[in-house]
Antibody
């Protein structure tokens, strides 16, 4: 069974940094290859709705970011480790939330694809 | 920016039909996806590309998209369908989520 597991969340002061990780498992057993799929980060502030954060293509060559994090967050992936990362710098209180790692539905990548596999999330709290 | 507007809440009697709308400028020209999120859980994809159901999603969930409104329909709502529902599409270089709708089954 395919699974995404996030880690790296925690409490950090404004202006600080955190690096989130997402480990994918069960892809080979399900007939999927990790590097065939775009990966995303989506966040949810406490009691609020979903907010897309970033996209990275299967080979890592293409990335997109929400305007709210552009220039502060950097997404990357290591296909040999079936892993996906989010480096978050210059954190603000409004970055507080549950960060989900998400897989694209389709092979290849394109904007507007469905998100068909979600992790359980890792909590980030930015507070002084 | 591209905004997707959903009603804050929808109530439906057990066994009846609930319709959740997602409004956006010419949204009928875009592929729309829908997610169900129960309290304390991660979202689950229930409809992709306007009207397609992933495997494992019950047939009572259906979707449509035309003009300025996409709609998720739950036919014969069950108590277990109580959840928040989000629509999703894209614009320019960003993915966009709707504001979310809380569905209550009475």
């Amino acid at each position: 069974e395919m699974q995404l597991v996030e880690s790296g969340g925690g409490v950090v002061q404004p202006g600080g940094s955190l690096r989130l990780s997402c480990a994918a498992s069960g892809f080979a057993g399900s007939g999927f290859t990790f590097d065939n799929y775009a990966m995303y980060w989506v966040r949810q502030a406490p009691g609020e709705g979903l907010e897309w954060v970033s996209l990275i293509s299967g080979n890592g060559d293409t990335t997109y970011y929400a305007d709210s994090v552009k220039g502060r967050f950097t997404v990357s992936r290591d296909n040999y480790k079936n892993s996906h990362y989010l480096q978050m710098n210059s954190l603000r209180t409004e970055d507080t939330g549950l960060y989900y790692c998400v897989k694209s539905y389709s092979r290849g990548w394109f904007l507007g694809d469905a998100f068909d596999l979600w992790g359980q999330g890792t909590m980030v709290t930015v507070s002084s | 920016s591209y905004d997707l507007t959903q009603p804050l809440s929808v109530s439906v009697a057990l066994g009846q039909t609930a319709r959740i709308t997602c409004g956006g400028d010419n949204i009928g020209n875009r592929a729309v996806h829908w997610y169900q999120q129960k309290p304390g859980q991660a979202p689950v994809l229930v409809i992709y590309r306007n009207s397609n159901r992933p495997s494992g999603i019950p047939g009572r969930f259906s979707g449509s998209n035309s003009g300025n409104t996409a709609t998720l329909t739950i036919s014969g709502a069950q108590a277990g369908d109580e959840a928040d529902y989000y629509c999703h599409t894209w614009d320019s270089t960003t993915e966009v989520f709707g504001t979310g709708t809380k569905v209550s089954v009475l």
